[in-house]
């Protein structure tokens, strides 16, 4: 069965700290994919990532960097010199297979508090 | 990009009455999700949106509780009927098809609270 762990349920750090937020996951698919979002204060869901199992390589955007290691199943989430903006609660997600209308199983959340 | 929208935003209801939640995308999309969210927890599926025909219900999810409707490729409705103080949740909508993609983006949520 699917699942997603984030076993981190609440980190705080300063400003300009680095932060890695974990995400291991589980399926018995070959075709998948992962994704991050973020959920600000406000309550809306954004999108951030979404890798395809196919495609081990990390990616760096802006501050935020990505690991994803098929070997450990684990998708984990940096963020470099982290912001005050960057507070939110942070979900890792994933889909199976590749039809249109795969549900995302979603991980509990990690809440990023970061003050200044 | 774009804009995807729900209404109301927030709702204070009454106990045994029902919430009707609009989402609206301004561009087609292919799929239409809708996902409970209780205070403090993780998103929860409740069901997948067809266009013309009946919506497909999660396990633990039932019709009667919550009626779907997605009468076009731009539009769906998400009611929670027969309210109780349980049902006090964020209730988000989500799309997979804007611009041919398959990623699924959200709306700014409805926060129902049940008096």
């Known amino acids: 069965a699917q699942k997603v762990t984030q076993a981190q349920t609440e980190i705080s750090v300063v400003e300009k700290e680095d932060v890695t937020l974990d995400c291991v996951y589980e399926t018995r698919d070959t075709t998948y994919y992962l994704f991050w979002y973020k959920q600000p204060p406000s309550g809306e869901l954004v999108f951030l990532i979404r890798?395809?199992?196919?495609?081990?390589q990390n990616e760096i955007s802006g501050r935020y960097s990505w690991n994803f290691q098929k070997s450990t199943s684990s998708f984990n989430f940096t963020i470099t010199a982290s912001q005050v903006v960057d507070s939110a609660v942070y979900f890792c997600a994933l889909s199976e297979g590749r039809q249109a209308g795969t549900a995302l199983i979603f991980g509990k959340g990690t809440t990023l508090s970061v003050s200044s | 990009s774009a804009v995807i929208s729900q209404k109301p935003s927030r709702d204070i209801c009454q106990r045994g009455t029902s919430l009707t939640i609009q989402c609206q995308v301004d561009?087609?999309?292919?799929?239409m999700f809708w996902y409970r969210q209780q205070p403090g927890q993780s998103l929860t599926l409740i069901a997948t949106a067809n266009q013309g025909s009946e919506a497909t219900y999660e396990s633990g999810f039932v019709i009667d509780k919550f009626p779907i409707s997605r009468p076009n490729l731009t539009f769906s409705t998400l009611t929670v009927s027969n309210l109780s103080p349980e049902d006090s949740s964020i209730y988000l909508c989500?799309?997979?098809?804007?611009?041919?993609?398959?990623?699924?983006?959200f709306g700014p949520g409805t926060r129902l609270t049940v008096l």
């Open positions: 989500s799309v997979e098809g804007l611009a041919g993609g398959d990623t699924q983006y």
């Open positions: 561009s087609q999309v292919t799929m």
């Open positions: 890798r395809n199992s196919f495609d081990e």
